[in-house]
């Protein structure tokens, strides 16, 4: 059977516009045909619809870039494992993701494209189903962590530390889902804040959100001593090994966590790039963690701290909207590019950076969805 990348690509552009409805009858249709798989899934299935249509766009539009599918299929069936996925379940998946697809691309609907899509899924489903029998023998579904500490930095962030029972194996810039035993199934991204340390602690950033199950739990419920359970990290925002470059990194809010791993990746790998860190929030109190960021600057004077904030008109300090507030500068087009922060001011950011010349291939980018 061959893959054919554009059929894949034609029909899936038109159910793009109506995702909610088509991610909705796909649940349907896999509940119906698979009463018992409802169990695997939360309560509340919002999130979970709007990640099948993340996964499932990001899927259709690299159909045709094998390596960067090979790399985000893998590391999606090893997370998939936490869940309790098997082989099976790819079946019941493959069947009513084609029978969701039918549905909404009926007008353009032939035999040649039910024969692409039938391709592109038995290929990506192959792949997940052997990375996670591969991962099964050498790590853990999801890890134990304990909260070893807790510090509430404004009233709806926090920063938490926690040391895993086993070796967490993580690069700086990655993210890890983790669940809380107030709500089970329900599992939240964030991500982990420092480079890797001997004691085996990780950090994570997190702000609550109106209506965030899991994220109100983390900053008002949880205290020392607590477990959470934590997915297999997951992620391809990482430092080039071996670049040479200059590094521009713009953080809004809790977007920081990433981006400071990083930097401290850098500063512990003995490089010495200048580095630029644009650090945005909405107001100077929501800086949650500038004394840290002042301690690093001062030790390492290769990196510059620049703390921006948007919506206090008394602050003292650099005002502006980051994706303004790049462009105030020199010219970034032979930097390495890390973005990271909500869903519109990334896109902006890169927008501006690419109409200034940035090379995409330099903008490295990471996106904070919140929770419903």
Same mark, same amino acid.
């Given at each position: ?63 045709d ?5 090979r ?30 697809v ?38 853990p ?48 991204? $964030?991500?982990i804040?420092?480079?890797?340390? *001997? #004691?085996? +602690?990780? =950090?994570? &950033? ?9 994220s ?98 008394? $602050?003292e ?5 980051? *994706? #303004?507030? +790049?462009? =105030?500068? &020199? ?42």
């Open positions: 059977m061959t893959l054919n990348p554009r059929l894949v690509k034609e029909s899936f552009s038109i159910i793009e516009p109506v995702a909610d409805k088509a991610a909705a009858y796909f649940y349907g249709r896999l509940f119906a045909e698979n009463p018992h798989l409802r169990g695997m899934f939360p309560p509340a299935m919002d999130a979970q619809r709007d990640r099948l249509f993340s996964a499932l766009t990001r899927i259709a539009w690299s159909v870039s094998p390596e960067s599918m790399s985000f299929l893998s590391q999606l069936g090893r997370d998939h494992r936490k869940y309790g996925v098997v082989a099976e379940h790819y079946t019941a998946i493959g069947s009513a993701l084609l029978a969701t039918r549905r909404f691309a009926a007008d353009i609907w032939n035999a040649e494209i039910e024969a692409a899509w039938v391709s592109a899924y038995t290929a990506a489903a192959n792949l997940m189903i052997e990375s996670a029998e591969a991962d099964a023998g050498v790590s579904a999801w890890w134990l962590a304990e909260v070893t500490d807790h510090e509430r930095r404004h009233d709806d962030i926090a920063v938490l530390t926690l040391r895993p029972t086993q070796r967490l194996p993580y690069t700086p810039g990655q993210y890890v889902n983790v669940q809380t035993a107030r709500w089970p199934r329900v599992w939240r991204t $964030y991500s804040a420092n480079a890797p340390r *001997p #004691d085996n +602690t990780i =950090r994570l &950033h997190v702000r609550s959100v109106p209506g965030g199950w899991v109100t739990t983390l900053i008002r419920d949880t205290r020392i001593g607590d477990t959470l359970m934590l997915g297999p990290p997951m992620g391809t925002m990482a430092a080039p090994a071996r670049s040479v470059r200059d590094m521009l990194f713009v953080a809004g809010g809790t977007g920081l966590a990433p981006l400071k791993a990083i930097i401290e990746q850098v500063i512990d790998s003995g490089r010495r790039p200048t580095m630029h860190l644009l650090y945005g929030a909405r107001t100077s109190a929501e800086l949650y963690d500038l004394p840290d960021l002042i301690r690093m600057e001062s030790a390492f004077p290769w990196l510059r701290v620049l703390p921006v904030v948007s919506d206090e008109p008394g $602050y300090g650099m005002r502006g909207r980051l *994706p #303004d507030v +790049t462009r =105030r500068f &020199h010219s970034w087009t032979e930097h390495e590019v890390y973005v990271c922060g909500p869903p519109s001011m990334v896109t902006e950011t890169v927008r501006n950076l690419q109409a200034d010349g940035v090379p995409p291939a330099r903008i490295h980018r990471d996106v904070l969805h919140g929770e419903p």
